[in-house]
């Protein structure tokens, strides 16, 4: 063990996000003995995070950009209250350099990556670099970012392809290019939503792999070198990018595939340096050749799906790396498959209306419950959901012997769980799970796109 790494237990944790997420890493907290410290917009003041924690500061008015993505009020809120470190939970700040840095700079321990590594890997035609050098597959494409030559460099890579935004994330400034002629378009439409979403309107190209599957693996890797990586999740089932639903392990990966996987993500996370718990995902074509996309350096939505398969706290294990602690458990433990697992995302939006967002006031919440059932949320009767963030209201997350008693166990919670007062797409999910090929793990990333032109050709001809 390196006599630099000082090993220094925090006694104060304060959580930079909101929610189900910051509930999340409270309960933790409280399990390791620190004390937590909430932030809230005044829209979030009856948030139950807010309740949960040990001391609350209100950071700002409603809007995110002056308040959870306030690096300042929150780095302020850090050391009035004598915070150890920061948790930045998902989203927001999560994977924002500057944030890392500023934290760092006020005598705070940054619970994550370190801001060099985030700006290294949250760059994506630099991640695809470190990948290269690595030797991790990559799809072709541009190798950085392109230029006035995009037409060129286009013809090089072969249509269909991807643009993509440099500093993109959760499907934003994402652009499908199947022909020449509408690449000036399709350009100017990333490059506007890369603008808008990040303040950066640079783009890459990436071959566009038909009907892929998206597969993930979490890894995990401490500040002496060590490193490990867990089974996949297959998160395939995504509208317009954003995922829906996410299960491990992948009912298409085979052992000696899984076992590729956790290779190439632990040689790139050590290619990096990365210190704390992040993800790598892959793009996976119908012949099992799969192709690396990007990192996250930050806890997923969908973390509780490895928790679950690999009985392992993520969080726990990034306050424990953070602390200075080696890593608590050996790639061997890290590769047993305990359960199969399967996470829904329920929004508070109406599928029936293009999942248009449902903001208002819970007037009824039962949760599922019983055997092998977890669900997040921040949820509670007469809780009423702000209109200015994202949709997500709770996460259930089921586990089983089998992937055939997980969707058994699936079907009886979403006809459980009931909502009443906003409209949610747990109707959605019932479709899902109900869905032949999905049953049949035969699912890519375009299948809910194709369930939703099917649900729409049925209805349009029982009009008739």
Not at 215 to 240: H, K, L, P, T
Not at 334 to 348: D, L, M, T
Not at 375 to 395: F, N, R
Not at 445 to 464: D, F
Request: glycine residues 8%; aromatic residues 6%.
């Amino acid at each position: 063990m390196s006599a630099e790494i000082k090993i220094t237990p925090f006694k104060k944790v304060l959580i930079a996000n909101r929610g189900e997420i910051a509930l999340r890493v409270i309960r933790t907290l409280k399990e390791m003995g620190i004390k937590s410290v909430a932030i809230y917009s005044e829209a979030d003041r009856n948030s139950l995070h807010v309740r949960m924690a040990d001391e609350a500061v209100c950071i700002g008015a409603a809007p995110s950009p002056v308040s959870y993505l306030n690096i300042d009020a929150i780095v302020t809120a850090g050391k009035i209250t004598g915070a150890d470190a920061v948790h930045p939970g998902y989203g927001f700040l999560s994977e924002n350099a500057d944030f890392a840095d500023a934290v760092t700079k006020a005598g705070m321990t940054f619970i994550g990556p370190t801001a060099k590594a985030i700006e290294m890997l949250g760059v994506k035609s630099t991640a695809r670099e470190i990948a290269v050098k690595a030797g991790v597959p990559i799809t072709p494409g541009s190798d950085g970012v392109v230029g006035k030559n995009f037409r060129e460099v286009a013809r090089k890579i072969g249509f269909p392809i991807m643009i993509k935004a440099s500093l993109g994330g959760g499907g934003k400034g994402m652009r499908a290019c199947l022909k020449e002629e509408d690449l000036e378009l399709m350009m100017k439409t990333a490059q506007g939503e890369a603008k808008a979403n990040f303040g950066d309107d640079r783009v890459y190209f990436e071959k566009l792999v038909l009907n892929p599957r998206h597969i993930e693996v979490q890894v995990a890797g401490d500040n002496y070198g060590n490193v490990v990586a867990f089974a996949e999740r297959d998160c395939s089932m995504q509208r317009r990018h954003q995922k829906l639903v996410e299960e491990s392990p992948s009912p298409f990966v085979d052992e000696k595939t899984r076992a590729k996987l956790r290779e190439a993500a632990c040689k790139l996370v050590k290619a990096a340096k990365y210190r704390g718990v992040g993800t790598v995902e892959f793009l996976m074509a119908q012949n099992k050749e799969f192709y690396f996309m990007e990192v996250n350096t930050r806890l997923q939505v969908e973390h509780p799906v490895t928790e679950s398969v690999c009985g392992q706290d993520l969080v726990k294990m990034q306050i424990q790396i953070a602390q200075g602690e080696p890593l608590h458990i050996t790639q061997e433990e890290a590769a047993v498959i305990k359960c199969h697992a399967i996470e829904h995302r329920i929004n508070a939006e109406d599928s029936e209306r293009n999942f248009t967002p449902c903001p208002g006031t819970i007037e009824e919440w039962i949760p599922a419950g019983g055997l092998g059932v977890r669900v997040d949320s921040h949820m509670y009767t007469g809780y009423t959901i702000p209109s200015y963030y994202d949709s997500l209201i709770a996460k259930l997350i089921v586990t089983a012997p089998d992937r055939a008693h997980l969707l058994e166990r699936s079907r009886r919670c979403l006809g459980e769980f009931q909502i009443a007062g906003v409209k949610t797409t747990i109707p959605f999910h019932q479709k899902i799970v109900n869905n032949k090929d999905f049953v049949a793990g035969n699912m890519d990333t375009g299948l809910i796109e194709r369930m939703m032109a099917a649900e729409k050709e049925a209805a349009g001809e029982s009009k008739k």
